[in-house]
Every structure is written in structure tokens, then in C-alpha cells.
């Protein structure tokens, strides 16, 4: 079996080989997966120049054969996934790892009498129901490339990944549900294939039973394609070094990038993580309230438990439907015992009578997570006092989507969980604070940039089409590293506390945008001119998003004016990117800050955001420095 880190001496007796004899150290992690084909390497490749770390080169598998086919014998008739839908009065759903099994076997045959082949990229934008993660894993199963477009995202976001994945396929649903609304999915896919011509094939799947069109020749029914499929489905074999994810995400330059992560390390590092953070027994049921769409829910909903052979939950819904009670009436109902969600949720239930919490009993939990974004100290003892009684350690998870699980956190009941310090590493990972010329500073309570030293198993492998961008974005900034693009600490005890993105991204409810891509969408307003966003601390999100706008033709005077501006600048953001990402204050200004070469100086903005409005710094080298006056007088 998986040998499991139990005590705090086992912890860094584990943490030193991972430094001193790393390759013995995880061939004995992956020594308990079902192989076809065993490494020739355990690690190769290098973090500079070339960015091209591999790990268990030479190895053949199935990622689904780990999650699914190899726990039949001894948990087949156990729950993998239980299914808790968004209105409370449906009733939820269980599949035993037999049925789950079954129906990643029905769904890999579906895709393979429509022509997938291994390697082919299949984009998933269905809501948080049992076929998103029968579909995912299916795609899995047959070799082809998933990449899951989180269902908020607009038919412009999906549009821009189907073509820079250059995907035949599209899985999809009639509608969804979020809380009290429904909305209509399989029209915003419809809207965004009008621009990706390389689309063959959409699978739809029902849901809510809503009219769709349906495009002769390219759109089936799931249900009508299931129908006469055989139940198992033989799993194909890849390489370790296979792609096996896309999952674009933000970063501070141009268009959302494609996060590619491989079959093994991947598998190694979400299951090791995965059991080790969480401490996993037999009979715990998990839930992480992550969508699919997002990392978390890839590595932490889906492959880390099935892989473990935990019993996961998946929840449709909000946290505030039907009333702010609905997560802990969830705990209680199926007798979480581990849960894990963002510290934004926390917050923003925190905010609601504390009758909505007190009234459920959640005896059933042990052990609460935090993910996504620095969780607070309040909130971190809300959480604690509230949701967890005093006596559930809480695990504050620093992770990314690029580094395919979680690097930084307590491991529960074993290493030390303090309120505000994601903790130590984990084994494998080694972090370095770095001056911004580079040099690692040694020692505790100091603060710098955060960067991993060598390399782990789920490291990022590429960025998808485009490598010379991943080896830019992570690898060339710091020679010999992986640069983060997060600040941190290292307190007093050596433990990390993660500060908060040090480039132009911005951290909004645990969700990752670059300010260039809301500029980007903003501008494309027939109003607009010039824009620039900037992050500013939010109570409940965390970070919001203040954007600055010059419009066409000057400041617009009339409240109508101003108004119609607005909604014209939200409506692009809507298009562009998705609901999500709207901006919390729009500001229109005549001019922006600008240095004599034109840069726009960020920093003022930032602090005229949060405020700092008395300590702007040196601004005698702006070009016009009255725009600062202009700017701070009418502050939103
Ligand atoms: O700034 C860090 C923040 O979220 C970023 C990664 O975002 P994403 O790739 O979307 O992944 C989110 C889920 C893993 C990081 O660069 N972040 C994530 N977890 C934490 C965090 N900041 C502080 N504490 C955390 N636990």
C-alpha cells in the first residue's frame, strides 16, 4: 500500500530523502501504481534553459486504471462519488467505484465511436454535474487531451481556448443550474463555435431538459449515442510524459495560457499530496467544494480521492441556496468529515447570521482546508471556532495550477497549522525566498520572492503550443528555479506565509486574472479609449477589481452618460471573459498617470484604490502630474 507520513518526525525524516535521495524516494511513492510499463528515469530534464522536467520517463499507464479499475477488487462496491444537486428537495446521487467505472467506460466508448482518438483535445464546458467527472475521466481513459472550461466562462473565453487547443470536440450540457438561476450552456457554446471551424463533434448532455438547437452533423445527445455501447472499455496506454490536462489560466501578459500537466507525475503528486495534507483514512467522506473547472476540483475533487479510493463529494450548487446554511445542511446530511473550500466562501457566509452555522451540529468533520488565496486570520478562526468547534486543524493549501497539487501546508494533526501561514513544505518541495536580483535569502523572518528550488512531479510541463512561453513566464526569470509570481514570508518558525501576487495578476474570490486581460476586454468597448486595472483589498473576494477608463470623447458629464459608459464597459467584460471577472469600481478619468516614456505607473493607481491616497510616492516624474489630482479627488 501507499506508505502515508503519520507523525511529525516521520514528516522530516520524509522531507530530507525527498532533498537527499529524491529519485529512490519517489520510486518508492510510485513503486504502489498500476503500471504497464515501469520508468526507466525517475527524474530528468532541467528547470533552465530548457524548462523540460520529466518524471518517470519511460513508464506506461492509465491514470483511470489508478483511479478506477485497480480499487474494484477491495472498494468496488464503495462510494466514489457521491452527488449533492443544487436544489436540496432533488435527490442526491451515489456511485459505487463498480458504477463509476462503468459509466467512464460507457462515456470513453461514446467518445470513441465519434472519432476521438488518443491525443486529441476534447474541451468540456458542462456544469458541476456526474458527467462533468465522467467525462473527464473518460477523455482520460481514451488518451485524449481534456480541457475543462469552467461553465461561468463567456462563448468569447471558450471560442479562445477550443482554437488555441485546436480541439475537434466539445462536450456539453442544455443548461445549468447556480443557485436560484438556470442558464442556458448549450447556446453560449453555440455562439462560440460560430469562430471554431476546427469543431467536429459536440456531445451534449441533458440536464434540465431545455429545448436546444442541435446542428445536423455535428451536435449528438449524449443519451442517444450511450444507448448500445458496451460497459467496459479498454483503457489506452501512454507514456508518462503524454499530455494528459489542458487548464488555461491567467497571467500578467496577453491571452489566459494553457497549463499542460503529464500522466504520471501528475498522478504521483495529486494522489501523495492528496493523502498526505488531508491524512485520508478508509471511511472518510471528502468534499471539496471546488468546481472541476478550476484546478482544484482537477486535482482535489477528482483525481487525488479516486486515486487515494476515497469517497468524494460534488456539489451542483452555491454556498447561499437555498439560504447560507447549505453547506454545513450538506455536511451534515452526508457526513463530510473533511472539507476543503476558499477562504471567499468563508467570508462571505461569515457575513450571515451565525444561526445559519450554529444550527447544524457538523460533528462528522475532523478536517477543514483552506485553498485559493491567503485566508485571513478572522476568517481563519471563524472557521476554525465555528465550522470546525476548536478541534479540526485547519490545512491552508498554497498551491497553482501550475504546479499540479499542493507545495506549501500543514499536514493535518501532524506539522503546525497556524492562522495566516500556509506552513512548511511539503516533501519534494523546496522553496526559496529570492531578492529581486536572484539571490536566495537565507534564514527566518524574512520576506521575498517565492521560488521552488528543484524540481517536483507535478510540475508544469509546457504551455500548450506555445513552450518558449512557460519557459519565460517561469524558468527565465530566475536561472535554476521556478518563479512563482507570489510574495512571501518565512516567519519566525520557518513557516511560509504567502503574501499575494508580485506581477500584474489579481487574486478575485480565489480566481486568477491578468490585469492586461481586463484591460484588454474593456477596451473593447465602443466607449472606450484607455484603461488600466488594478487589484484593491475586498472584504469578501479578497482582492476586486478597480478598473481607471478614459473615455471617447472626454469625461462624459451627464449621469446618463456616465451610466450607459459603464454597463458598455461591463457588457464587454461579460463578453470577453465572463460574469466573473466584472469589474467592482469603474473610475472615468480624462488622463492616466503615465512616466515620460508612457508607462503607466501602476503603483499610484493601486494605492488611490486602496486608498493610500496621503502617500503616493514621488510623482514629479509623471508627464502630467495633475492627473494624479483628478484621479484621486474622484475616487471611487
Ligand atoms: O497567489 C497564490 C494564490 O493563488 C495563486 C494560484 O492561483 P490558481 O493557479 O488559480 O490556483 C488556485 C488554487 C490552487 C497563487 O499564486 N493562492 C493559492 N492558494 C493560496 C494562495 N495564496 C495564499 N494562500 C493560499 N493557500
Redesign the pocket.
Given at each position: 500500500m501507499h506508505p502515508r507520513i503519520r507523525t511529525i518526525e516521520e514528516y522530516h525524516a520524509a522531507y530530507q530523502q525527498s532533498v537527499e535521495d529524491p529519485d529512490g524516494f519517489w520510486a518508492a511513492v510510485a513503486e504502489p501504481f498500476t503500471w504497464r510499463r515501469k520508468w526507466d528515469t525517475v527524474r530528468s530534464g532541467e528547470f533552465s534553459p530548457a524548462g523540460n522536467s520529466k518524471w518517470f520517463d519511460g513508464a506506461r499507464l492509465n491514470i483511470t486504471e489508478n483511479c478506477l479499475d485497480r480499487h474494484l477488487a477491495q472498494r468496488g462496491n464503495k462510494l466514489a462519488l457521491i452527488f449533492e444537486p443544487n436544489d436540496p428537495k432533488v435527490r442526491h446521487l451515489r456511485l459505487t467505484y463498480r458504477e463509476l467505472h462503468q459509466q467512464v467506460c460507457q462515456f470513453a466508448n461514446v467518445l470513441r465511436n465519434n472519432g476521438v482518438q488518443k491525443g486529441d483535445r476534447v474541451i468540456i464546458y458542462l456544469p458541476m454535474i456526474p458527467q462533468l467527472a465522467v467525462a473527464v475521466l473518460a477523455c482520460a481513459r481514451v488518451g485524449a487531451v481534456h480541457s475543462v472550461v469552467f461553465a461561468g466562462f463567456s462563448a468569447t473565453a471558450i471560442a479562445d481556448r477550443t482554437n488555441d487547443a485546436d480541439a475537434r470536440f466539445v462536450l456539453t450540457a442544455d443548461g445549468l443550474n447556480r443557485g436560484a438561476k438556470q442558464i442556458p450552456v448549450k447556446s453560449v457554446v453555440d455562439e462560440a463555435l460560430e469562430s471554431c471551424p476546427g469543431v467536429r463533434r459536440v456531445i451534449v448532455v441533458e440536464h434540465l431538459g431545455w429545448p436546444v438547437t442541435m446542428r445536423e452533423g455535428r451536435d449528438v445527445w449524449y443519451h442517444d449515442e450511450v444507448k448500445d455501447v458496451a460497459l467496459t472499455c479498454p483503457a489506452e496506454e501512454m507514456a508518462a510524459e503524454d499530455p494528459l490536462f489542458i487548464l488555461y489560466?491567467s497571467g500578467s501578459t496577453g491571452k489566459p495560457k494553457g497549463v499542460v500537466h503529464s500522466q504520471a507525475g501528475y498522478m504521483v503528486w495529486a494522489d501523495y499530496t492528496f493523502r498526505n495534507v488531508f491524512q485520508v483514512e478508509e471511511n472518510d467522506v471528502y468534499w471539496c467544494t471546488?468546481d472541476i473547472g478550476?484546478?482544484?476540483g482537477h486535482s482535489y475533487l477528482l483525481y487525488g480521492p479516486l486515486l487515494a479510493g476515497a469517497t468524494s463529494l460534488q456539489f451542483e450548487g452555491v454556498p447561499t441556496f437555498p439560504s447560507p446554511g447549505r453547506f454545513w445542511e450538506v455536511i451534515d446530511k452526508h457526513h463530510v468529515t473533511i472539507f476543503y473550500t476558499a477562504p471567499t466562501a468563508i467570508r462571505s457566509l461569515m457575513a450571515t447570521p451565525i444561526d445559519n452555522v450554529l444550527s447544524y451540529s457538523l460533528t462528522s468533520l475532523r478536517v477543514l482546508g483552506?485553498?485559493?488565496?491567503?485566508?485571513n486570520e478572522e476568517a481563519w478562526h471563524w472557521y476554525h471556532q465555528h465550522v470546525g468547534k476548536g478541534r479540526c486543524p485547519i490545512v491552508?493549501?498554497?498551491?497553482?495550477?501550475?504546479?499540479g497539487g499542493i507545495m506549501?501546508?500543514a499536514l493535518a494533526g501532524i506539522t503546525p497549522s497556524v492562522p495566516a501561514r500556509?506552513g512548511l513544505p511539503l516533501p519534494g518541495v523546496q522553496p526559496v525566498l529570492l531578492n529581486q536580483d536572484g539571490t536566495e535569502i537565507e534564514g527566518n523572518d524574512q520576506e521575498g520572492y517565492l521560488a521552488i528550488k528543484a524540481s517536483w512531479p507535478g510540475v508544469i510541463r509546457t504551455t500548450w503550443g506555445d513552450h518558449e512561453r512557460a519557459r519565460q513566464t517561469y524558468f527565465q526569470p530566475y536561472p535554476g528555479y521556478y518563479f512563482?509570481?507570489?510574495g512571501a514570508r518565512r516567519d519566525e518558525n520557518g513557516l511560509y506565509r504567502?503574501i499575494?501576487?508580485v506581477d500584474d495578476?489579481i487574486?478575485v474570490s480565489?480566481?486568477?486574472f491578468g490585469t492586461a486581460e481586463i484591460e484588454n476586454a474593456i477596451n473593447q468597448s465602443d466607449y472606450v479609449v484607455e484603461s488600466a486595472v488594478v487589484g484593491y483589498p475586498h472584504d469578501v473576494k479578497g482582492q476586486g477589481i478597480y478598473a481607471y477608463v478614459i473615455c471617447q470623447n472626454g469625461l462624459p458629464t451627464s449621469d446618463l452618460e456616465i451610466q450607459r459608459a459603464e454597463a458598455s464597459i461591463i457588457e464587454a467584460v461579460v463578453a470577453e471573459i465572463g460574469k466573473i471577472a466584472k469589474p467592482d469600481k469603474i473610475q472615468l478619468v480624462s488622463g492616466l498617470p503615465k512616466t515620460r516614456s508612457g508607462k503607466i505607473m501602476r503603483r499610484i493607481l493601486r494605492k488611490v484604490a486602496e486608498g493610500e491616497t496621503s502617500n503616493l510616492g514621488d510623482v514629479t516624474t509623471l508627464l502630467d502630474p495633475l492627473v494624479v489630482e483628478e484621479i484621486v479627488a474622484g475616487r471611487k
Open positions: 489560466t471546488a478550476w484546478v482544484t483552506s485553498v485559493g488565496e491567503p485566508i491552508d493549501t498554497w498551491w497553482q495550477t501550475e504546479t506549501i501546508s500556509a512563482t509570481g507570489d504567502i499575494g501576487r495578476v487574486n480565489g480566481h486568477r
